[in-house]
T-cell receptor, first 113, second 112 residues
């Protein structure tokens, strides 16, 4: 029972490099989310997908893009990484948007040098 | 920012004592949830309380909600060393675009 799986767990990038964070859930959930967690800031929503085929911006979308590849997978792309994007990234899913509890992956720790 | 704030930021207690942490938020909500995060791990859902509820229990957890004061509290009774973690409140409401907004967290240490 994997739940929400994120890859990679750790990543170091140089400024300007690009990368994609992968997320997959096996709970047949409709909604998926990407959050970043910074010290003293709690979790902030980057992008979300209420259902397959839709994506919307959250609180801090600048510098990121997302793709809802299918119902299971939701990826987050950094096109040109900046030191300000050093953070821990969490993917989450829920059965439906806006009502249900969130299930989180174990996170990706990203450092941009 | 629409984030809530937890209080205190850090709390250290002896095993067996009760731990109380508070959450204040800014907007009208449909529900409020509490999550636990162990070091280096993702968040785990603990309990959900709806805006028309005032108190809810789940095992050793007791959550209260006061919508007039825009605040909630989480009480963990008879704490255990395994309760050591960070605790976050998350609010969701029509004013927040039906998205969850998380507070800044309370770091709880339970000393054996």
């Amino acid at each position: 029972n994997a739940g929400v799986t994120q890859t990679p767990k750790f990543q170091v990038l140089k400024t300007g490099q690009s990368m994609t964070l992968q997320c997959a859930q096996d709970m047949n959930h409709n909604s998926m989310y990407w959050y970043r967690q910074d010290p003293g800031m709690g979790l902030r929503l980057i992008y979300y997908s209420a259902s397959e085929g839709t994506t919307d911006k959250g609180e801090v979308p600048n510098g990121y893009n997302v793709s809802r590849l299918n119902k299971r997978e939701f990826s987050l792309r950094l096109e040109s990484a900046a030191p300000s994007q050093t953070s821990v990234y969490f993917c989450a899913s829920s059965e439906r948007q806006a009502v249900e509890k969130l299930f989180f992956g174990s996170g990706t720790q990203l450092s941009v040098l | 920012s629409q984030q809530g704030e937890e209080d205190p930021q850090a709390l250290s207690i002896q095993e067996g004592e009760n731990a109380t942490m508070n959450c204040s938020y800014k907007t009208s909500i449909n529900n409020l949830q509490w999550y636990r995060q162990n070091s280096g791990r993702g968040l785990v859902h603990l309990i959900l309380i709806r805006s028309n509820e005032r108190e809810k229990h789940s095992g050793r957890l007791r959550v209260t909600l006061d919508t007039s004061k825009k605040s909630s509290s989480l009480l963990i009774t008879a704490s255990r060393a395994a309760d050591t973690a960070s605790y976050f409140c998350a609010t969701m409401g029509w004013d927040t675009g039906n998205q969850f907004y998380f507070g800044t967290g309370t770091s709880l240490t339970v000393i054996p």
